[in-house]
């Protein structure tokens, strides 16, 4: 008698058990193909970044300092700046990878230059002036120029001999750069509001054309400076340009390239064989 009790209950429970066999399988397949296309969609997002970043880290030079200079306030100076420094991008090697960190020290290079310039022309105009008042306000703009070139050194010195875009994921080495950076804009337009009110009207002559040309390259070495501030205020910007993301360096083989244009594919095919499994379980 308690063996077919026992058999009863088997037969009674049976069913039962299978339901929740169907239903671990049917949770099973749905939790696995879930995973499998969030992996290939997230690897097809990342491939596609990873693709336009190649576009325009591996581009011309051009083309990459143009997409940045457009962030800062006088793009086309900028362009013209780091451009002329062009050279730098390739070596006996070849061309050289284009990267935000080489377009910024080129664009601090660029500054240097322009403020190297100012302080020559400042003393070719210091030779020149006679009178006294011009003659303080010129030397106070040469100690702001020459203290200016110090500041931007030190930011070239911060991103060392090769440039290297982690340094932008250094807080300290960032904020140091800023504080240079503005302090060294500072020191120029100090220099530019003293020629701009304190002269007016008290030049002519030959000190004139002197003063004119100084205050010329004063402006482009104000505009150079402010231009590699604007960089290092929207670096963040301008890496995420570059796709200098998380994503970088976790797909490295080739193969996964060729999923996300298969991505198409397995969204159908995911669809459908849920629909399979729900009536395979007859769920």
């Given at each position: 008698?308690?063996?077919?009790?026992?058999?009863?209950?088997?037969?009674?429970?049976?069913?039962?058990?299978?339901?929740?066999?169907?239903?671990?399988?049917?949770?099973?397949?749905?939790?696995?193909?879930?995973?499998?296309?969030?992996?290939?969609?997230?690897?097809?997002?990342?491939?596609?970044?990873?693709?336009?970043?190649?576009?325009?880290?591996?581009?011309?030079?051009?083309?990459?300092?143009?997409?940045?200079?457009?962030?800062?306030?006088?793009?086309?100076?900028?362009?013209?700046?780091?451009?002329?420094?062009?050279?730098?991008?390739?070596?006996?090697?070849?061309?050289?990878?284009?990267?935000?960190?080489?377009?910024?020290?080129?664009?601090?290079?660029?500054?240097?230059?322009?403020?190297?310039?100012?302080?020559?022309?400042?003393?070719?105009?210091?030779?020149?002036?006679?009178?006294?008042?011009?003659?303080?306000?010129?030397?106070?703009?040469?100690?702001?120029?020459?203290?200016?070139?110090?500041?931007?050194?030190?930011?070239?010195?911060?991103?060392?001999?090769?440039?290297d875009d982690k340094i932008f994921?250094?807080?300290?080495?960032?904020?140091?750069?800023?504080?240079?950076?503005?302090?060294?804009?500072?020191?120029?337009?100090?220099?530019?509001?003293?020629?701009?009110?304190?002269?007016?009207?008290s030049i002519n002559g030959k000190?004139?054309?002197?003063?004119?040309?100084?205050?010329?390259?004063?402006?482009?070495?104000?505009?150079?400076?402010?231009?590699?501030?604007?960089?290092?205020?929207?670096?963040?910007?301008?890496?995420?340009?570059?796709?200098?993301?998380?994503?970088?360096?976790?797909?490295?083989?080739?193969?996964?390239?060729?999923?996300?244009?298969?991505?198409?594919?397995?969204?159908?095919?995911?669809?459908?064989?849920v629909v399979l499994i729900c009536?395979?379980?007859?769920?």
């Amino acid at each position: 008698m308690n063996s077919v009790t026992n058999k009863d209950r088997h037969l009674m429970e049976d069913p039962a058990s299978r339901q929740k066999k169907k239903i671990r399988s049917y949770v099973f397949f749905i939790v696995l193909f879930t995973v499998i296309i969030g992996s290939i969609i997230t690897v097809s997002i990342a491939l596609i970044q990873e693709k336009e970043s190649e576009l325009l880290s591996a581009s011309t030079p051009d083309s990459a300092i143009h997409a940045i200079c457009k962030l800062t306030p006088k793009p086309t100076s900028c362009f013209d700046s780091i451009w002329s420094l062009r050279t730098n991008f390739s070596t006996d090697l070849g061309k050289i990878k284009t990267t935000p960190s080489r377009i910024f020290a080129l664009s601090l290079r660029a500054a240097i230059n322009q403020l190297e310039d100012s302080i020559s022309a400042n003393e070719k105009a210091i030779s020149e002036v006679k009178d006294s008042r011009t003659l303080t306000v010129l030397k106070d703009c040469d100690v702001l120029f020459r203290n200016s070139s110090r500041l931007v050194n030190a930011s070239v010195t911060a991103m060392g001999v090769e440039s290297d875009d982690k340094i932008f994921k250094v807080a300290k080495s960032v904020d140091d750069m800023k504080e240079w950076m503005s302090s060294s804009a500072a020191n120029i337009d100090k220099c530019l509001a003293g020629l701009r009110y304190d002269l007016q009207g008290s030049i002519n002559g030959k000190s004139y054309y002197s003063l004119r040309e100084m205050r010329i390259k004063v402006s482009h070495a104000r505009d150079d400076v402010a231009n590699s501030l604007v960089m290092l205020e929207k670096m963040d910007t301008i890496l995420g340009m570059f796709n200098q993301t998380i994503f970088d360096g976790i797909f490295e083989f080739d193969i996964l390239e060729y999923l996300g244009f298969g991505l198409v594919l397995y969204v159908p095919q995911y669809l459908v064989l849920v629909v399979l499994i729900c009536t395979v379980l007859r769920l």
